[in-house]
């Protein structure tokens, strides 16, 4: 079936450090991938989107590539920021629906 | 342009009872989507709804309904609400065939079952 895999969290960095998490995904045909982003006590936020092979999202300074021979869409940052705190949600869409990963909690210290 | 707004924003209830949840959609959409979202874990599909209709259903038992009304917004029901009921409910709102746009979720209705 269709999944999301992400890391576990949480991802502890100092503010201006480099930010990589991890997410691989389980799919038929090729599904738009996306990143959505959760605050604490709000709802999801679209952070980025790819919707083929070798596209590459972006949006604040974050990134991800669809590498669809590794079956995957990790999230980069070059430099965090203290604001970046809040959990992280890989997704595919598939037959118009999404499945999410887990989400992975970013916590970034000054 | 007002975005996903969902109501109430809170709502405490006991095993056994039956809630009503709402969403309106952002102003243009036609499809409703509902998502529970269970603490420390990513949001799972429940069922989406486009005329009207059910369009698709996730792996959530009959006590969880919903319906779409002719102006697009959309009500979730659940039934005989159980202790693993507690959750986030987030809607979101899309337009039909457009699979490569985003879905827009509203903030979300936090269901204590006590």
């Known amino acids: 079936g269709n999944s999301v895999t992400q890391m576990e969290g949480p991802v502890t960095l100092s503010e201006e450090a480099f930010l990589t998490i991890n997410c691989t995904y389980t799919a038929t045909g090729y599904p738009s991938l996306f990143w959505y982003v959760q605050y604490p006590g709000e709802g999801l936020q679209l952070l980025l989107k790819?919707?083929?092979?070798?596209d590459k999202g972006s949006n604040k300074g974050f990134e991800a590539t669809y590498r669809k021979e590794t079956t995957s869409f990790h999230l980069e940052k070059g430099s965090v920021q203290v604001s970046d705190s809040a959990v992280y949600f890989c997704a595919l869409r598939h037959t118009d629906k999404l499945i999410f990963g887990t989400g992975t909690r970013l916590q970034v210290f000054p | 342009d007002a975005g996903v707004t969902q109501s109430p924003t809170h709502l405490i209830k006991t095993r056994g009872q039956q809630v009503t949840l709402r969403c309106s959609p952002k102003s243009g959409h036609d499809t409703v989507s509902w998502y529970q979202q269970a603490l420390g874990q990513g949001p799972q599909f429940i069922f989406q709804?486009?005329?009207?209709?059910?369009?698709q259903r996730g792996n959530f038992p009959d006590r969880f309904s919903g319906h779409q009304f002719p102006n697009y917004s959309s009500e979730l029901n659940v039934n005989a609400l159980l202790l693993g009921d507690s959750a986030l409910y987030l809607c979101?709102?899309?337009?039909?065939?457009?699979?490569?746009?985003?879905?827009?979720f509203g903030p979300g209705t936090r269901l204590t079952v006590t």
């Open positions: 979101a709102s899309s337009l039909i065939y457009r699979a490569e746009d985003e879905q827009y």
């Open positions: 709804y486009y005329e009207e209709e059910e369009r």
């Open positions: 790819a919707t083929k092979a070798d």
